[in-house]
């Protein structure tokens, strides 16, 4: 599964989000069907800026047709149905490292 992480030199709301476009751009370019956003947490233990501002974007992709689904990573596993809709789709997602974690700092897109 491709990696693409907004995360990495910790960037503003903003900054994170072209990451985003710029890093699903690139997955769906080269036909991969799955692709795991690293976003991180937080500082507040709350759920950071940058997760919230993730989900609304993934909407936006879905409604646009960009995306068909994402799964945020406390429900990525065998216990959420968007965790079995994946694995229903794509097996081999159940063996990723993250599979039934819960970990709050990824959310896993699925391409139409």
């Given at each position: 599964?491709?990696?693409?992480?907004?995360?990495?030199?910790?960037?503003?709301?903003?900054?994170?989000?072209?990451?985003?476009?710029?890093?699903?751009?690139?997955?769906?370019?080269?036909?991969?069907?799955?692709?795991?956003?690293?976003?991180?947490?937080?500082?507040?233990?709350t759920?950071g800026?940058?997760?919230?501002?993730?989900?609304?974007?993934?909407?936006?992709?879905?409604?646009?047709?960009?995306?068909?689904?994402?799964?945020?990573?406390?429900?990525?596993?065998?216990?959420?149905?968007?965790?079995?809709?994946?694995?229903?789709?794509?097996?081999?997602?159940?063996?990723?490292?993250?599979?039934?974690l819960?970990?709050?700092?990824?959310?896993?897109?699925?391409?139409?």
């Open positions: 599964m491709e990696i693409i992480n907004i995360e990495q030199g910790h960037p503003t709301v903003q900054q994170a989000m072209v990451k985003l476009q710029n890093g699903i751009y690139r997955v769906r370019a080269t036909g991969q069907p799955l692709a795991k956003i690293v976003h991180g947490y937080g500082s507040s233990g759920g800026a940058i997760k919230q501002a993730l989900c609304l974007e993934l909407r936006k992709y879905i409604s646009r047709g960009m995306i068909k689904s994402y799964c945020p990573g406390e429900d990525f596993g065998p216990f959420s149905s968007a965790g079995r809709e994946m694995s229903a789709k794509h097996p081999a997602v159940s063996r990723d490292r993250d599979w039934g819960q970990n709050d700092g990824i959310t896993v897109i699925m391409f139409k």
